[in-house]
């Protein structure tokens, strides 16, 4: 068995539609191919981990109803153990209206349902699990105060933590900067500094603020600038290279999964995150969140393809 991930967030049901581009205010188009597709940031994640060949637990809320069950069973199918997925009586499912254009772009709506009924109480009585942990990885699309509480609880228990910063978050309290891997991509680093990130040198600046309020280390992902990864004695730009694009949703889902579980394997972050960039560029390939996670063999593979580099491909990973 491989490393262990608990992964402590969201789980929707994706809607998603092909449009032909995204619609004005008051404007009516014409879609095409509605589906029902499970994701959401954390299930994602999970089902991103188990893929990659983590045993992944995940911690989440759905509603009472026909998608909280095909969210649970969607899960299940994938290996992940959802004895911790509770169900919230009252509350609707996750759910998120996703429009896709051509090129694979998107614009994403979401309602956030049963996962904003995870509270802080519910975390408590997992510390023993996070002790057992390799990484707990973490997004905002549950309430702000349970992530910070499960932060503090995996300090205690020296377990690691990774938190991808979506959606875009103002005014951050400071206990979710006290992580050991930062992720946000531009817009949302950009939240948290609370300016614009016109280049590298100003991605660099907010992430080297990011640090000086806690984050061990900051992953940017830049749009088609690329990557930047900044550590302590270490700042790194991995270039963008487009690819292919189908769809990107979930794309940033693959890409912090596949960092969380190649550096818990104890791989130095560079090459985590050269890692990353092959899961997040697969994923973008193919329609859909979950249903476009790679598997470990096929990363290794795309790497092997890539001269094992797979640093290209940050443009996708939002």
Known sequence: MGVRIGVIGSANMDLVAQVPRVPAAGENIRGRDLRE???GKGANQAVAAARLGAECLFVGKVGNDAFGAILRESLRREGVNTEYLGTEEGAASGTALILVAPGGQNSIVVCPGANGCLTPEDVE???????LLDAVIMQLEIPIDTVARVIEIAREVEASVILDAGPPLEQAPDELFRVDILIPNEAEAAALAGRPLGDLREAERAAREFLARGAGAVVLKLGDKGALLVADGMVEHLPARPIRAVDTTGAGDAFTAA????????LPLREAAALANCAGALAATRPGAQPAMPTRAEVLNFSRAQGGGCQSHGVYFL
């Open 259 to 266: 960092l969380a579980v190649f550096r818990a394997e104890g």
């Open 37 to 39: 597709i499970p994701g």
């Open 125 to 131: 009585p997992l510390r023993e699990e996070l002790s």
